[in-house]
């Protein structure tokens, strides 16, 4: 993915209201940048960090720039908007980056599935084996040198977790890919500290037969590029119960 028009350095005052932060400008000059992340975003949002904006040529937007980067002060660059994620996912599944989801002919995205209504982001059909529901998630979370997911509780993804059990109970294959979108992320594990039931469901989900992938992205200001898969590191304080 090449960002067209390039990306512009500003330099971050303070994130708010979630969608929100507010930015000083190469000119000096302070503006408000729309922000398309829900998360936390822990340690990707401190005062003083780099930030790299795209720019809207829509006129009907109230804020025509959207946060897609952050440098952090330790050199670490970060993918903060979140639709990326979908975005490189499908990239490298077409690119056959992602070798464990080769073979497929047909993709489509936001299928409804499942017994609590959900969308799968990525449905892949018409391949060698059985179809192939994929979920994608966006990790960002670097804390004492590991990488974690999630950053809040999320009981959307406790659900989503849930129907990809279901998936894999009903013969299909079950996937949830973490794109890592953050270069300081050598590995990605369930942040248990964070949302124990959460991680909790994604050992069950484990051991049920879906399959965890970890992919991270290479990040310039220039381009993002889905390249290198990473260890999914189990937690094994648990033991499950289904």
Known sequence: MIFDPPLKQATLIKRYKRF????????????????????AMTGCAEPGDTVWYSTSNNLKRKYPFSWELTETKQKHRICVNTIRANQLVEE??????????????????EVKYGSE??????LLTDGPQADVYVEVKSATLL???????????????????????????????AVLLFAVMHTGI???????????????????????GVEILAYQATITKQQLLLANKLPFKALITFTIKA
Request: hydrophobic share 35%.
């Open 143 to 173: 804390d004492n040198n590991l990488g974690y997911f999630p950053d809040a509780v999320t009981t959307r993804g406790q659900k989503h977790l849930r129907e990809l059990i279901e998936i894999v109970e009903s013969g299909k294959r």
């Open 20 to 39: 929100l932060a507010d930015v000083i400008l190469a000119d000096g000059s302070q503006t408000t940048i729309h922000v398309a992340n829900t998360g």
């Open 92 to 109: 490298a599944i077409t690119a056959g980056v992602i070798t464990e989801l080769t073979g497929y002919n047909s993709l489509r995205r």
């Open 117 to 122: 209504n959900s969308k799968i982001d990525i």
């Open 186 to 208: 050598n590995s990605v594990q369930a942040a248990k500290h964070i949302d124990n039931k959460y991680a909790e469901l994604i050992e069950l989900a484990s051991q049920s």
